[in-house]
């Protein structure tokens, strides 16, 4: 499955992205999506996932309450909704896939799309 992330940009604290994740290519039949964002010189982080089957979802504590991940089958895209954003959320965001479950480790997911960059200017 490719993937391409897109909607990141400069927000003041407070504030919201809606970023999103298109999805193309042959998929498994049971597969995950996540969100992992990157600090400079850090290794990825998870965010958020969603699995494609269940839409079941799961969050870093970080960002639960504040940011909200779902999915369009028909659009085969998933989002990440994030509200009050925190300076500490600057980053890369990246969406990625994986078969089965959805797993908070960067190397468990097979396919990456590029990052989208987000600033929180306090």
């Known amino acids: 499955v490719q993937l391409q992330a897109s909607g990141g940009g400069l927000v003041q604290a407070g504030g919201s992205l809606r970023l999103s994740c298109a999805t193309s290519?042959?998929?498994?039949?049971?597969?995950?999506i996540g969100w992992f964002r990157q600090y400079p010189m850090k290794e990825r982080e998870f965010v958020a996932g969603?699995?494609?089957?269940?839409?079941?979802?799961s969050y870093a504590d970080s960002v639960k309450g504040r940011f909200i991940i779902s999915g369009d089958k028909a659009k085969n895209s998933i989002y990440l909704q994030t509200n009050s954003l925190k300076p500490d959320d600057t980053a890369v965001y990246y969406c990625?896939?994986?078969?089965?479950?959805?797993?908070?480790?960067?190397?468990?997911?097979?396919?990456w799309g590029q990052g989208t960059q987000v600033t929180v200017s306090s």
């Open positions: 290519g042959r998929a498994f039949s049971n597969y995950s």
């Open positions: 990625a896939a994986t078969a089965g479950s959805i797993a908070t480790t960067w190397s468990w997911y097979d396919s």
């Open positions: 969603i699995n494609w089957s269940t839409s079941s979802t």
